[in-house]
């Protein structure tokens, strides 16, 4: 089945630690991955594509098709990081469990 | 453009209630979805449409129904409400069907069924 594994459901660091949420994807091909984001009280939004190799609010994910993963990483995490991180979709539109990410002060 | 509306965004339901959760777009977008999310389990797909008059089922149709009569509107009804389907559901759409586009969600609605 074309399965986005989030291996972590819960993960916390501190403020100004770099943090790394997983995202490991099982379709062949060539993969059309996205980084979803959910603040507190907020909608899902996108945060990023892999295809548009951007950096947003210090985020990067590279796309390892040997590794079959799409990890998101940043440097120095703040607590206004802390949110909940959806690796998505798969081809057929389905999401994973996703991460719950707490920088703590 | 408003993007995805949904209403209401808290309900409490008695065990045996139907509703309807209404979902609608203003981007002229083809696809169209409803998640629910709990905790632990992330968003699941409970039903899609990839057009009007075309409905299909994700990873946990049962216990919800839903249609599209236009492609601005895709309303999910609860026939029989159940415990188990106290949870937050949102309401998404993307240009089409094809996981390249963005998914573009609404704000979520708040269901308890006691």
């Known amino acids: 089945a074309q399965r986005v594994t989030q291996p972590e459901k819960l993960l916390s660091v501190f403020k100004g630690a770099p943090v790394e949420l997983k995202c490991n994807y099982s379709?062949?091909?060539?993969?059309?991955l996205f980084w979803y984001v959910q603040y507190s009280r907020q909608r899902l939004q996108l945060l990023l594509r892999?295809?548009s190799r951007e950096s947003i609010k210090g985020f990067t994910a590279d796309l390892n098709k040997g590794e079959t993963s799409f990890h998101l990483k940043k440097p120095f995490a703040q607590e206004e990081d802390s949110a909940m991180y959806y690796c998505?979709?798969?081809?057929?539109?389905?999401f994973g469990a996703g991460t719950r990410l707490t920088v703590k002060p | 453009n408003a993007g995805v509306t949904q209403t209401p965004k808290f309900q409490v339901l008695k065990t045996g209630q139907s509703m309807t959760l209404q979902c609608a777009q203003d981007?002229?977008?083809?696809?169209m979805s409803w998640y629910r999310q709990d905790p632990g389990m992330g968003l699941r797909l409970i039903h899609y449409?990839?057009?009007?008059?075309?409905?299909d089922q994700g990873e946990v149709p049962n216990g919800y129904n839903v249609s599209r009569s236009t492609t601005e509107d895709f309303p999910l009804r609860l026939l029989s409400a159940a415990p188990s389907q106290t949870s937050v559901y949102f309401c998404?759409?993307?240009?089409?069907?094809?996981?390249?586009?963005?998914?573009?969600f609404g704000e979520g609605s708040w269901l308890t069924v006691v």
């Open positions: 998404a759409s993307s240009q089409t069907g094809n996981p390249g586009n963005t998914i573009y």
């Open positions: 892999h295809i």
């Open positions: 998505a979709p798969s081809r057929d539109m389905r």
């Open positions: 981007m002229n977008h083809e696809y």
């Open positions: 449409s990839v057009g009007a008059g075309i409905t």
């Open positions: 379709y062949s091909g060539s993969p059309e």
